[in-house]
């Protein structure tokens, strides 16, 4: 038996479909005065090897980056995301865009404009578009993530969950993808064991 319902892939967007660690990197460089070559491109989650708490933490950059140098206007698109998300959708495939941009008060509007603007400007498909720190709660078949603390958390809910692959999360278990290519691959395997009611990736 088939199940012919809409397959819907939950797409996280920072260090997942634009490439934030490369655009932050230049904009933390200016931030802290410091040469570019000398901020590691090997960081954690939180940037903490750039020495930014001295001068207010990650919360003080991001802002900087979100109302004073459009970061998310700006960055540019990882390498194929754009390509791929596109045939994705053209074989329908429901694409959800869940990200935690709202996290720092008094900067939502903008956030999203530059969001909803960035998606457009890349011709990057999508159903749905949702601001929000509980992923899980959305509802997606199959998530794909970069965060740690983002897939730790949703795969201790059940929700299949591949990570795309970055020095923050190298520790973790697969399904990992290191390119938009091998998402292609790996989330139309999901859709047709899902699609046929078989086991296999997430098990």
Known sequence: MTNDSPFILGVDLDGVV???????????????NKPLETLTTEVSYGLDEWGIHEFGGYERLHRFAVTQRNIFGDMKPIENAPMILRKLSKRDIRIRIITHRLFLKYSHRTTITQTVD????????????????????????????????????????GCNTIVFSNSTNRDL?????DNWFEVEHLVMEAREEWRTGTVGLFK
């Open 118 to 157: 960035w998606l457009d400007n890349y011709d990057i498909p999508y159903w749905d578009i949702c601001f929000m720190k509980d992923k899980g709660a959305v509802g997606a078949h199959v998530y794909i993530d970069d965060a740690p603390v983002n897939i730790i958390k949703l795969r201790e809910l």
């Open 173 to 177: 278990p697969g399904p990992r993808a």
């Open 18 to 32: 634009g490439d934030f660690y490369s655009s932050v990197r230049k904009i933390a460089s200016e931030w802290l």
